[in-house]
């Protein structure tokens, strides 16, 4: 069965590092998010891709944070100069269409921010 | 306001036994969707179930069944004949409207424990 995957499964950064996290959704799905959490809090949503541009943000995806679609599978999220509480899990996840109207997560990335 | 409650932070289940997941959402936008999303100790976020707003039947899935009352704006889980593997972090989620995201908003989640 198709999946998202991502990788890596865990980062360890220093503060004031760029991160880049990777995704590969599932391959007919046209719109992509990331997602991040906070230990022990709930899922946020940060930002959401549709047709090669960005379609929404949250006020968290601020000028540290970018996504790409270099190519035909991948899907990143960087973050220019990472703080400590940008510490979490990071999800990405894909959703086929409107009518399917369902989002399949990848496993995270676990980031660590030192 | 919240757009997703969940009240219920954390329960224990008898394995064999049913559990029923409390949600509650808020929206003004007549098209929606529902979900419920497992989330085990390992961290993945694992798609369980699905209701829109439309949707005239509560969803099922084997043995997760959706108790949806939209007078009420709930949405309930209900696990049937838990399972030790059912133990994990449950989050119901909604997707309001068909603004151009089509983000999820998602309730703080509730910890199910089964015991053998």
């Known amino acids: 069965e198709p999946e998202v995957t991502q990788t890596p499964s865990h980062q360890v950064t220093q503060m004031g590092q760029e991160v880049i996290l990777r995704c590969v959704p599932i391959s007919n799905h046209l719109y992509f998010y990331w997602y991040r959490q906070i230990l022990g809090q709930k899922v946020e949503f940060l930002v959401s891709f549709y047709n090669n541009e960005i379609s929404e943000k949250s006020e968290i995806f601020d000028d540290q944070f970018s996504v790409e679609r270099p190519d035909g599978s991948n899907f990143t999220l960087k973050i220019r100069s990472t703080k400590l509480e940008d510490s979490a899990m990071y999800f990405c996840?894909?959703?086929?269409?409107?009518?399917?109207?369902?989002?399949?997560f990848g496993p995270g990335t676990r980031l660590t921010v030192l | 306001a919240q757009k997703i409650t969940q009240t219920q932070p954390g329960m224990f289940v008898q394995e064999k036994e049913a559990v029923t997941l409390d949600c509650t959402y808020d929206t003004s936008d007549p098209s929606y969707g529902l979900f419920w999303y497992k989330q085990p100790s390992s961290g993945e976020m694992i798609f369980l179930i699905y209701q829109g707003s439309y949707d005239q039947q509560n969803a099922t899935e084997g043995r997760y069944s959706l108790n949806f009352q939209k007078a009420r704006k709930s949405a309930n889980l209900v696990i049937s004949a838990s399972q030790l593997g059912d133990s994990a972090m449950y989050f119901c989620a909604m997707r309001e409207g068909w603004a151009a995201g089509n983000k999820l908003t998602f309730g703080g989640g509730t910890r199910v424990l089964v015991k053998p």
């Open positions: 996840a894909s959703l086929e269409n409107r009518v399917t109207d369902t989002q399949y």
